[in-house]
């Protein structure tokens, strides 16, 4: 990260030709958290190796033969789409299951044990599906113990999708949150690649296409996502917010020691967790019940906590991405390419585009452009390329012959596809995950992240299920139609109902979400008076402990001391004093005057320990 002497991140202004050298020094510097993070998203692998695969199987003669789709083919396109879907989104029902245990697992657990928890069922699944209709079993018999296999595994995956953001945000500082929360979907497009260029491989080098170990292979290869996340999380720290929340103070400066790479009583150190301290004292403990009662009564925090998470995912799955993850050869077939082997490498290529602009957008647009213009950018392109699409469906028809070519709107069809996921890489891929765990309160991320990806499951369910009728109903190209209108709802809520995260730590988050949100919102679409709000905060609140600094060269020292005089000078003690005389006289505070009055004592901690 580069820093002048007078505590300015380069690293979030607008942009420059400078962002490279900068997030390679950034990278130098913290590198254990990227790895950290790392280790939790092969979470985000998993969940995409296990979507990605199923897309090409459905298409293998073997695995036809095995579960009865050919019998399903003869019957008809609405019994095989019925049964299509069943195998595809039975894995999602188990991930909705996981999601919800969510809700009270990681707080109960702790957020690193969960993931162990998660591999292991993962793992079980796994094999389970792996062998299926190994011992002569009928076919409804193999197809059950499928079944049951993916709703197990989906049960592990919807576990770690509603833990991994959590635990990530929870180890990150501000300045690079929202690249290294981004990881976890940066995996699942890697897995999903990896799935089909796995199924392509088994395709075209195995002679006889009924062998049922072809699509053995692909469920037995999925198993090691599920080892990398076991594995490498029995070498990472426990989330130090978490650890605050048991008391367990020396354990979290341990953990924030090795993520930073700083002894455990150094400033930086001590800041951090004195501000985490601060606000955790600043409110009572709560159960759950208290917890959900306390976000239904205050319509502020039920934004932030349910409302933001439950809109962004619901606009995310009904962009129709995950639609053509899961039915990708499908959906090239109709556009005209013909064969198996030729849809499982188109969607191969599909899987690289993802993977590119996935990780394109985490290194130059995330921190730089902010959450917003991402969300609207992408949505926008999204949402022309599916109009095309559709079109061209509905003048031309979607294409049914196994020998067709491609016709020139067809070529171009296809590559808006792979135009569509670009814009999605950039847009609404990694940064819901990210905005889910970032916009919420501490003491409500578990909540927050856990209904996120509940959203998430419930309507990629819905659309996994639907999707093939939907297809069929609506003439092939109606479900394009419908994709798009979304979409464009999804760039009219980035812009006028989303305050921008960028730039904030988590401790100061809520100063987003006083006063006109919508007034906000709209501001923040414009980087100078993005800029100018958060001056005006660093001026008002003094800084926090999460600040960048080059922690082994002084520079820490020179940014707290200029953070402290800018305290001064604005007045800050008259207005803690003001606040206290005013809990003192009458017993209440506002919920935004707890949330301030939180953020200062933490600051001001943090300045204390600074100073020794």
């Known amino acids: ?88 989104s039975v894995l999602i029902a188990g991930c909705f299951f996981g999601a919800a245990s969510g809700l009270f697992l990681p707080d109960l657990l702790g957020r690193k044990r969960v993931l162990h928890v998660a591999s292991i069922i993962f793992l079980v699944g796994s094999i389970i599906q792996t062998t299926s209709a190994l011992h002569g079993q009928t076919r409804s018999t193999a197809l059950g113990q499928l079944y049951a296999g993916r709703a197990i595994g989906g049960f592990g995956v919807g576990l770690t999708s509603a833990t991994c953001s959590t635990y990530i945000a929870e180890c990150a500082p501000k300045a690079i949150r929202g690249r290294v929360g981004g990881l976890y979907q940066l995996l699942n497009v890697t897995g999903i690649c990896l799935a089909y260029f796995i199924n392509y491989g088994i395709q075209i080098h195995t002679r006889d296409q009924y062998d049922p170990a072809m699509w053995q292979k692909s469920f037995a290869l999925q198993c090691i996502p599920g080892v990398l996340l076991f594995v490498g999380m029995l070498f990472q720290p426990e989330s130090p917010r978490w650890l605050l929340t048991r008391s367990r103070r020396a354990e979290a400066e341990s953990a924030l020691s090795r993520l930073h790479r700083l002894p455990v009583d150094h400033p930086k150190v001590q800041g951090i967790v004195n501000e985490i301290q601060a606000d955790l004292d600043s409110r009572p403990h709560m159960n759950k019940a208290q917890l959900f009662r306390e976000v239904i009564s205050d319509k502020r925090l039920f934004y932030r906590t349910v409302g933001i998470q439950m809109s962004i995912m619901t606009i995310q799955q009904w962009t129709g991405a995950n639609s053509v993850t899961y039915y990708s050869p499908i959906i090239f077939q109709s556009l005209g390419i013909s064969g198996t082997s030729g849809g499982l490498l188109a969607t191969g290529v599909y899987g690289v585009v993802k993977i590119v602009t996935t990780a394109f957008f985490l290194m130059f647009a995330i921190e730089q452009i902010g959450r917003k213009w991402a ?238």
């Not at 390679?24 to 990605?52: K, M, P, T």
């Not at 003491?443 to 069929?472: C, D, K």
């Open 1 to 88: 990260m580069t820093v002048t002497k007078q505590g300015v991140d380069l690293r979030n202004q607008e942009p420059s030709i400078g962002y490279l050298r900068g997030g390679i020094q950034e990278a130098r510097e913290h590198w254990r958290i990227y790895l950290n993070a790392v280790c939790a998203a092969f979470g985000g692998l998993a969940f995409g190796w296990d979507s990605g695969l199923i897309g090409g199987v459905l298409k293998f003669d073997s695995f036809q033969r095995s579960f009865g789709l050919d019998k399903a083919q003869a019957d008809g396109p609405i019994v095989l789409a019925a049964l299509q879907s069943n195998i595809v």
């Open 375 to 612: 969300l609207v950018i992408g949505g926008l392109g999204q949402a022309l390329c599916l109009i095309y699409i559709g079109a061209y469906l509905k003048v031309a028809g979607p294409s049914t012959s196994a020998s067709a070519t491609p016709t020139a709107g067809g070529y171009a069809a296809i590559v808006l596809v792979y135009v569509y996921v670009t814009f999605f890489g950039l847009g609404w891929s990694g940064t819901c995950w990210s905005m889910s765990a970032e916009v919420a309160p501490n003491h409500l991320r578990g909540l927050a992240v856990s209904i996120a990806a509940m959203t998430q499951w419930l309507f990629n369910f819905t659309i996994a299920y639907t999707f093939t009728r939907l297809r069929i109903t609506t003439g092939g190209f109606g479900v394009f139609f419908i994709f798009a209108t979304v979409t464009l709802f999804g760039v009219a809520f980035a812009t006028f109902f989303l305050p921008e995260p960028a730039g904030l730590t988590l401790e100061t988050m809520h100063y987003a979400f006083e006063g006109n949100i919508i007034r906000r919102s709209i501001a923040d679409m414009s980087f100078a008076k993005r800029r100018r709000f958060r001056e005006e905060l660093l001026a008002r609140v003094g800084g926090t402990a999460d600040i960048p600094h080059d922690a082994r060269g002084g520079g820490g020292a020179d940014v707290e001391q200029a953070m402290r005089q800018r305290h001064l000078q604005h007045g800050q003690d008259s207005d803690n004093d003001d606040l206290a005389r005013r809990s003192t006289s009458s017993g209440k505070m506002t919920p935004e005057e707890k949330d301030h009055a939180s953020a200062v004592g933490g600051v001001q901690t943090a300045t204390h320990d600074f100073s020794k």
